[in-house]
């Protein structure tokens, strides 16, 4: 089903694709602190249970070239469907079911207008927490930088 751009879920789109990878890379402990944070939340049925399996990375010749195969990865899936009728979806790296689960009602909690707020504020620690890692590895990053110059020989 294609989501049309006029749509309330369209427009939404970009925010919840951010609030997804949020989730996926949020350590469990994080995730279990932000629904205890929100609780008491509505009971979450699963749609299917929650699996890990494997899928295929694939991967560019210097990023834009030719695609290839690169490995495969594990990933932990959970799709849930709460009280009210939200469904929700979780997938991450790793065989952390209970990560994805708790993803997935993170996000089904995130688009019922009356908990959005709630859990964009439960999430803010894993926001800072990845907004101070990246600040480090820009600063070991710029550390590296090598300046080069070229010296004028003095030749007409």
């Not at 970009?14 to 949020?26: G, K, T």
């Not at 609780?39 to 560019?60: F, K, Q």
């Not at 209970?98 to 993803?103: L, V």
């Not at 480090?136 to 003095?154: Q, Y």
């Amino acid at each position: 089903m294609q989501i049309s751009p006029q749509s309330s879920a369209g427009k939404d789109l970009p925010a919840r694709q951010a609030v997804m990878a949020l989730l996926a890379r949020a350590g469990i402990d994080e995730l279990q602190a932000a629904l205890e944070r929100l609780s008491p939340v509505p009971a979450a049925t699963d749609l299917r249970p929650a699996e890990s399996g494997l899928v295929m990375v694939r991967a560019r010749t210097g990023g834009d070239g030719a695609s290839f195969n690169l490995g495969e990865a594990s990933v932990a899936r959970a799709a849930v469907r709460l009280e009210g009728g939200a469904e929700g979806f979780g997938y991450r790296l790793g065989r952390d079911i209970a990560a994805a689960r708790a993803a997935a009602i993170l996000d089904a909690l995130w688009q019922d207008p009356a908990y959005r707020a709630s859990v964009e504020m439960a999430l803010g620690p894993v926001r800072g927490r990845l907004a101070e890692e990246a600040g480090l590895v820009r600063a070991e990053t710029a550390a590296t930088k090598v300046e080069f110059f070229t010296l004028v020989r003095g030749e007409d």
